[in-house]
């Protein structure tokens, strides 16, 4: 009888330390801030047909700090935020500077998906409301708002993700237009940023402009102008609403992409 009591007092601390992190079935909405001030609305972003995977962490977590590479790695795999997929980390009870350290110190700088700081951003409420205890905690909401993956762990390489993610039939994709932050080319400035109603384009190392592409965070196309190799040029971005955009500028060299905010 001893023996069979101990078995069943193994069977249930082993069923306590392996159910999901979040009890969740169904997403509950958020509107958050990023490091660099956009606002992201979890059901606008399934809404636009997207799965979304979320990385819950704090900065001083030892495993998260392990992992985060693996997370960015699949944010790349899978697209960088343009494709299927849509990446963003959520923190609790830390600030936007400590945030923006541990991304420094983990992630090499700016991993180019969005984070959320618990103090500043409201990542906090969004930890409350999806009931995460332990860290990290990576889940994976499809748009239909249902959360098929509770929590994907263990993680010991981007692989473990490719596993769960393979379930919902998500597969690589290649991110649109090369839309992350290591394709910037040093030799084009655009400013000011955050711009309200224009913004220049300035060239050097004799780079002339042929084209211009505007992209949301979602990847999509907004604008598109072509122009007859400029060195200098402004940008009518008046009808933008405000926020965080792409924009993708091509020379008779190559494409570089660089980051603005639409004031």
């Known amino acids: 009888m001893k023996k069979i009591y101990i078995l069943m007092i193994a069977f249930l601390l082993s069923f ?3 159910k999901a992190q979040t009890t969740l079935t169904t997403a509950v909405d958020f509107t958050v801030t990023d490091l660099d001030g956009n606002s992201h609305n979890l059901f606008s972003i399934l809404a636009a047909g997207k799965y979304v995977c979320l990385d819950f962490f704090f900065t001083t977590c030892g495993p998260c700090q392990a992992t985060c590479p693996y997370f960015k790695e699949t944010f790349t795999n899978y697209g960088c935020n343009t494709q299927d997929v849509y990446f963003m980390s959520i ?3 830390n600030t936007n500077a400590q945030c923006v350290a ?3 110190t983990y992630l090499g700088g700016p991993p180019g998906y969005p984070t959320i700081s618990g103090n500043d951003g409201g990542g906090n409420a969004v930890v409350t409301a999806y009931g995460i205890s ?3 905690t990576y889940i994976l909401i499809a748009p239909s708002h249902t959360i098929v993956e509770q929590d994907m762990w263990p993680i010991s ?3 473990n993700f490719d596993t769960y993610f393979s379930a919902n039939s998500l597969t ?6 090369g839309i992350t932050e290591e394709n910037l080319a040093s030799s ?3 400013f000011p940023n955050p711009a309200v109603n224009s913004i220049t384009i300035e060239t050097s190392n004799s780079e002339k402009v042929s084209s211009v592409k505007v992209f949301d965070v979602l990847g999509k196309e907004l604008m598109n102008q ?8 402004d940008l009518n971005i008046s009808e933008l609403e405000k926020g965080m955009y792409y924009m993708e500028i091509t020379t008779a060299t190559g494409t570089a992409v660089k980051k603005f905010n639409k004031a």
């Open 134 to 136: 332990a860290f990290p």
């Open 188 to 190: 084009i400035s655009v």
């Open 102 to 104: 541990y991304e420094t």
């Open 91 to 93: 923190d609790q009870g």
């Open 226 to 233: 072509v122009v007859n190799g400029v060195e200098r040029m």
């Open 157 to 159: 390489s981007a692989a």
């Open 16 to 18: 306590s330390v392996s």
């Open 172 to 177: 690589y994709k290649a991110c649109l237009s």
